[in-house]
């Protein structure tokens, strides 16, 4: 997982989740093995570009820093698009109802 995207943590858990089950059910296993290779690598191509996505987003960040702080927070959330709106709606409905007050007001003041 690439550091900016902050799923190092999560993955390092879902991982210990992996060994632990695998280990629960190889436990009686005649070499004591415990199928390390349960899990694919998270090297995938949809965490790489994910990774790079990121990796621009904070490369602009001057120009990130400009924004009003809730696009700022929008724009930060969605920056490696693991999450889209409808994703951010499920988990915080008044924050998305919030920004978008704010893009509406935008619109009506003739900015994007």
């Known amino acids: 997982m690439h550091f900016s995207i902050g799923s190092g943590t ?5 991982d210990a989740i992996a060994l632990h089950e695998a280990c629960q059910a190889h436990r009686n296993a005649e070499n004591g093995a415990c199928g390390v290779r ?3 690598p998270p090297g995938d ?8 996505q990121s990796i621009l987003w904070y490369e602009q960040f ?3 820093m400009r924004l009003d702080p809730i696009a700022f927070a929008y724009d930060y959330m969605v ?3 693991r999450l889209d709106e409808e994703l951010i709606r499920q ?7 919030e920004y978008e007050q704010y893009k509406a007001s935008r619109i009506q003041q003739g900015y994007r």
Do not use: N, W, Y
């Open 45 to 52: 191509r949809t965490a790489l570009a994910r990774g790079l």
């Open 10 to 14: 999560r993955t390092a858990l879902e």
């Open 62 to 64: 001057g120009q990130k």
């Open 91 to 97: 988990r915080d409905p008044q924050f998305v109802s």
């Open 79 to 81: 920056r490696g698009g």
């Open 38 to 40: 349960t899990r694919a």
